[in-house]
C-alpha cells in the first residue's frame, strides 16, 4: 500500500527565498508531524497536526517557518526567507490516531534541502 | 521523555545476532521504550517497543532489564540491509503533540559481510 509521500526529493534554493514542502500521509491517518533532521544528528521534532489542528508548533525554529494541514490530510511546510542554516532533511511522518499504545509513526523519504 | 544513551557506532558480521543495547536509567513507570532505524536516505522506520515485558516481532526482538533501567535490541540474523542507524526512544504512548519522538544520535549498525 501507499507510505507516507513527500515532494520534492530534494530542494535548492538561494539564500532568501521562499520553499514550500509538501507531504502527503497515509490515507486516514489523524496525526501528521513534522521533523528537521540535520546532517549527522537525528530528527527533531517541528510541528504537530491531529487532523487540520495545528496542535504544537512548539519546535519551529523561528517565525519563518509556517506549516499547515487545511484539510485534515496533505501538509506544507513552508519556509520563507530561507537561510544556510535552514538546509536539513524535512522529515513528515504520520500515524493512525493519537492514544493509541503502539502509536507507530510512518515517515516520509524526506525532503533534502539546501539552502546556497 | 527520559534520556537514553546509546554507543556511536557497532559493527556486525552478517549472519551472526546484533545486539543493540541502550541505557534508560530515568525511565519512567509509564514509559515505554521504543526502537527505529534509519537506513541512509530514507525515514525512520518503527522497529519493536516494549513496556516491561520482552517483545518480539518478525524484525527483532526487545530484551528489557527487570529494572527497566537498559534494553538491548536483537536482530537475530543481521544482514547487510540491517546497515542503518538504530534509535533507542524512551515515552509515554499517549497521543496528541506529545507523541512526537525525542531521537538522540543513535548507534551506526555496520553489518560487514
Known amino acids: 500500500g501507499a507510505g507516507v509521500s513527500q515532494s520534492p526529493r530534494y530542494k535548492v534554493a538561494k539564500r532568501g527565498q521562499d520553499v514550500a514542502l509538501r507531504c502527503d500521509p497515509i490515507?486516514?491517518?489523524?496525526?501528521l508531524f513534522w521533523y528537521q533532521q540535520a546532517l549527522g544528528q537525528g530528527p527533531e521534532f517541528l510541528t504537530y497536526f491531529q487532523n487540520e489542528a495545528q496542535l504544537d508548533k512548539s519546535g519551529l525554529p523561528s517565525d519563518r517557518f509556517f506549516a499547515e494541514r487545511p484539510e485534515g490530510s496533505v501538509s506544507t511546510l513552508k519556509i520563507q526567507r530561507t537561510q544556510q542554516e535552514d538546509s536539513a532533511v524535512y522529515l513528515c511522518a504520520s500515524s493512525a490516531r493519537p492514544g493509541l499504545a503502539s502509536n507507530e509513526q510512518f515517515f516520509g523519504p524526506g525532503t533534502r534541502l539546501t539552502v546556497l | 521523555d527520559a534520556k537514553t544513551t546509546q554507543p556511536p557506532s557497532m559493527d556486525c558480521a552478517e549472519g551472526r545476532a546484533a545486539n543493540l543495547p541502550c541505557n534508560h536509567s530515568t525511565i519512567s513507570g509509564n514509559e515505554y521504550v521504543y526502537w527505529y532505524r534509519q537506513i541512509h536516505s530514507q525515514g525512520p522506520q518503527y522497529i519493536i517497543h516494549g513496556l516491561k515485558n520482552n517483545e518480539t516481532n518478525e524484525m527483532a526482538s526487545l530484551i528489557i532489564t527487570e529494572d527497566r533501567k537498559s534494553s538491548t535490541l536483537i536482530l537475530p540474523h543481521a544482514t547487510l540491509r540491517d546497515t542503518a542507524v538504530y534509535y533507542c526512544?524512551?515515552?509515554?504512548?499517549?497521543?496528541?503533540?506529545?507523541?512526537?519522538?525525542?531521537f538522540g544520535k543513535g548507534t551506526k549498525l555496520s553489518v560487514k559481510p
Open positions: 526512544i524512551v515515552r509515554v504512548p499517549i497521543g496528541g503533540s506529545q507523541g512526537n519522538l525525542i
Open positions: 490515507s486516514g491517518h489523524v496525526s
